[in-house]
């Protein structure tokens, strides 16, 4: 499992105060970001050296309570299913007493740069994702 903290600031919020809801997804794929930077795949070196991309084809997001401005807040990122060709990230929004606040899932697909078709997974790719499942 990948954790950061975080807390609400005035630009993620709505005009309530509230954390607006599009910016949970937004904070994830910041998480996803740090994340593949950690398991040495960053999306940088993946679109200028690879021969392939991680396209996100699916998202779906669950609110369960109420972020405000300033609120302090941890994410966790959770590999929850490789495939052969895709793999879904689970991230748990929590407050600091390990309440769930909310949760985001994504699915990734490998894909060819020159095909633009999937691919299987790289070898170490899949091998670093199975650490965090």
Known sequence: MYKKEYFVTLPDTDAAGILFFG???????????????????????????SE??????????????????GDKFNVTLQV?????????????FSDNEDNKIASVKTVHVVVSKEKNKPI???EKLKEQLIQYQ
């Open 52 to 69: 392939f991309l991680i396209l996100i084809v699916h998202s779906e997001s669950d609110y369960k309570k109420s972020l405000y401005l």
């Open 120 to 122: 299987r997974i790289p």
């Open 23 to 49: 910016n949970y997804v937004k904070i994830a794929h910041i998480l996803y970001e740090e994340f593949m930077i950690e398991i040495d795949f960053s999306l940088r070196y993946i679109i200028d050296n």
């Open 80 to 92: 929850t299913k490789i495939g052969n060709t895709s793999f879904e990230l689970t991230f748990n």
